[in-house]
């Protein structure tokens, strides 16, 4: 599973990486991007996964999915902080995320949610 991750939260970052780890020790991969852009996602197009954080402040996180979206089909998990707004979380989901999350994340709830988007992607 390689899976790309839009967060600046270290602790989702630590889960993601435990999560990657644990579940595909041996094919599990975890890229982080240096800055979030609407282009900076382009390079992980062979990825299975997205995982996109609501919180990250330099670009609306609705943006970014809709550029993954418009040019892969990636699937896409959103992670939300409950005491945020959460029209914020139904946007994203409006905006082409197939699942969604509240943090803070249980690893079994994370590999879970992981291996579902997977077969999303084998799916479609």
Request: proline share 5%.
């Amino acid at each position: 599973m390689k899976v790309w991750a839009a967060t600046c939260d270290s602790a989702v970052l630590d889960l993601l990486n435990t999560a990657v780890r644990m579940r595909w020790p041996s094919s599990g991969r975890l890229i982080v991007p240096s800055s979030f852009t609407r282009e900076s996602w382009t390079g992980a197009r062979d990825c299975d996964l997205a995982v996109v954080d609501t919180s990250i402040a330099s670009i609306d996180p609705c943006c970014l999915i809709q550029s993954v979206k418009n040019d892969t089909n990636i699937p896409i998990l959103v992670l939300s902080d409950p005491k945020s707004d959460q029209t914020l979380t139904a946007r994203a989901l409006a905006s082409g995320a197939e699942d969604y999350l509240f943090k803070p994340v249980e690893i079994i709830d994370m590999i879970f949610h992981m291996e579902a988007a997977a077969q999303i992607r084998l799916a479609k």
